[in-house]
Nanobody
């Protein structure tokens, strides 16, 4: 059974960096778009970065634009999220999800990983 597996989370100080990985055991279910979402305690899940798998089109939320970079390694069926200049407000559980079209609405996604925790201390 195909699955998405996130890794790379951890605890860093403000201003630090982390790189998250989203590995697909298949080919992202043959779907076109992979999105990184995050959810902090008591808050709604929000999309922060998206990429069209096999293409070059990316998109970012205003909250991370200029600090986060989404990329892919098609040979490894892996999508990455490079997070620089991290802030305490970036603290959340980060999830990757796959869908046929890129959307910021989490309800449209059927395939999710288990999440990886990112904690940024001030």
């Amino acid at each position: 059974q195909e699955q998405l597996v996130e890794s790379g989370g951890g605890s860093v100080q403000a201003g630090g960096s982390l790189r998250l990985s989203c590995a697909s055991s298949g080919n992202f279910y043959g779907l076109s778009c992979v999105v990184w979402f995050r959810q902090a305690p008591g808050k709604e899940r929000e999309g922060v970065a998206s990429i069209y798998v096999g293409g070059s089109s990316t998109s970012y939320s205003d909250s991370v634009k200029g600090r986060f970079t989404i990329s892919q390694d098609n040979a490894k069926n892996t999508v990455y999220l490079q997070m620089n200049s991290l802030k305490p407000e970036d603290t959340a559980m980060y999830y990757c999800a796959a869908h046929s079209l890129c959307s910021w609405s989490p309800s449209e996604y059927s395939y999710w990983g288990q999440g990886t925790q990112v904690t940024v201390s001030s």
